[in-house]
């Protein structure tokens, strides 16, 4: 199938993580996207191992695919001459340099622009705009420390704790995706691009969504609670007879279903737990009642008869458990290049009911560098 983005041209400076999984975004969409990467070196991530697949750090094998690669040095005039070319008939340029670095190897947004009006620019930063904070480095940790983001995560007794995986970079990423996303809209209704910009720290307070809206709406700063809701209940972890399983009757509607799942519709008619204020008001006495009742049998038990109710409820799986899974209900979470053996998570992108089921494997440092350059060449004859 031809993408939504088929014919849209992006030249990707960027390394690292939100930057890259912004354009292999616009990639499985059906962009061309033309990688920058610095010459025996190429982008950082490249090495960043275990685990690795054969000699490839499967980091970089992630968010890399759909891709060409060319190796430039941004210090010679040379190869700043043939970025800029490369740029002169891009749709998008991405990167997530330091503020000034771009500008000053004369590829900032300005000069491109002014070389080609309907680009769309989009530059991916730790912190926005021109105050104090804009010259300040930033990588997902700081950015999840500072943000609040780890001041929230962990058991309410425990220390802050940051999340799995790069999550500011993925939200990053995501909103970075949508920006350019936005830039092309715009061109197609006034023929111009622009200049568009995402931040970590900005996209990190904007993902903390009701947290973050308790504190500059009702002044209440959020606290680590484990895997306790701030505002829903019964929406947590609970123990059963074999381990654990979540339950997450969010409304009153599923809360009544609980109850009679459970053999206590009692419960549901309890004073202390009639609504969803007066549940999360007596949280503590209400998982203390749903316990005693989990804990008397299995784990599978209790999810068969929860979601046959339609209860929302599922067991912990780890990450390898989750592909199983999802491979078992026919979700077909993995996209593939056969000719490499090549195999990653799909985009989650579904159109017309049709899923990315193929993909080209991400590219060798420089594996299309002198297809570029021959164009180049030819361009100057």
């Given at each position: 199938m031809r993408g939504?983005?088929?014919?849209?041209?992006?030249?990707?400076?960027?390394?690292?993580?939100?930057?890259?999984?912004?354009?292999?975004?616009?990639?499985?969409?059906?962009?061309e996207v033309i990688k920058i990467e610095r010459p025996g070196v190429g982008d950082d991530t490249r090495s960043w191992g275990p685990p690795w697949a054969g000699d490839d750090s499967t980091y970089y094998?992630?968010?890399?695919?759909?891709?060409?690669?060319v190796a430039l040095d941004l210090n010679s005039d040379d190869d700043v001459a043939l970025a800029a070319e490369l740029c002169a008939t891009a749709d998008v340029v991405a990167e997530n340099f330091r503020p000034g670095y771009m500008i000053e190897r004369g590829l900032g947004p300005d000069v491109l622009r002014a070389a080609n009006p309907a680009l769309v620019y989009l530059s991916i930063e730790a912190f926005a705009g021109s105050g104090p904070a804009a010259s300040l480095p930033g990588y997902d940790l700081m950015i999840q420390a500072m943000s609040?983001?780890?001041?929230?995560?962990?058991?309410?007794?425990?220390?802050?704790?940051?999340?799995?995986?790069?999550?500011?970079?993925?939200?990053?990423?995501?909103?970075?995706?949508?920006?350019?996303?936005?830039?092309?809209?715009?061109?197609?209704?006034?023929?111009?691009?622009?200049?568009?910009?995402?931040s970590l720290f900005d996209s990190a307070l904007a993902a903390l969504a009701n947290q973050s809206s308790a504190v500059v709406m009702a002044g209440v700063d959020p606290m680590r609670a484990g895997n306790r809701h701030p505002s829903i209940a019964p929406y947590e972890v609970f123990d059963v007879s074999d381990g654990?399983?979540?339950?997450?009757?969010?409304?009153?509607?599923?809360?009544?279903?609980?109850?009679?799942?459970?053999g206590r519709p009692d419960l549901a008619v309890d004073q202390r737990f009639i609504n969803g204020r007066s549940r999360r008001?007596?949280?503590?006495?209400?998982?203390?009642?749903?316990?005693?009742?989990?804990?008397?049998?299995?784990?599978?038990?209790?999810?068969?008869?929860?979601?046959a109710a339609g209860v929302p409820a599922g067991p912990i799986n780890s990450i390898a458990e989750a592909v199983v899974w999802a491979e078992s209900m026919g979700l077909n979470p993995t996209v593939s290049d056969e000719a490499e053996?090549?195999?990653?998570?799909?985009?989650?992108?579904?159109?017309?009911?049709?899923?990315?089921?193929?993909?080209?494997?991400?590219?060798?440092?420089d594996q299309h560098g002198a297809e570029l350059r021959a164009a180049h060449d030819r361009s100057q004859s």
């Open positions: 939504p983005l088929d014919g849209v041209t992006v030249v990707d400076f960027t390394r690292v993580l939100a930057g890259p999984l912004a354009t292999m975004n616009l990639a499985d969409l059906g962009a094998l992630g968010i890399n695919r759909n891709k060409k690669s609040g983001l780890m001041h929230i995560t962990g058991a309410a007794d425990g220390p802050p704790t940051k999340v799995g995986v790069a999550l500011v970079d993925v939200i990053t990423g995501l909103y970075a995706t949508i920006a350019a996303l936005a830039g092309l809209t715009q061109r197609s209704v006034t023929g111009e691009g622009c200049h568009t910009q995402v654990t399983v979540v339950v997450a009757a969010a409304n009153d509607k599923t809360y009544r279903l609980m109850c009679e799942v459970i008001a007596n949280v503590d006495q209400l998982v203390a009642e749903i316990t005693s009742v989990l804990v008397t049998d299995t784990r599978q038990s209790w999810l068969d008869k929860l979601l053996d090549y195999r990653a998570v799909r985009s989650p992108v579904r159109i017309n009911g049709h899923v990315q089921s193929s993909c080209t494997a991400p590219p060798s440092l």
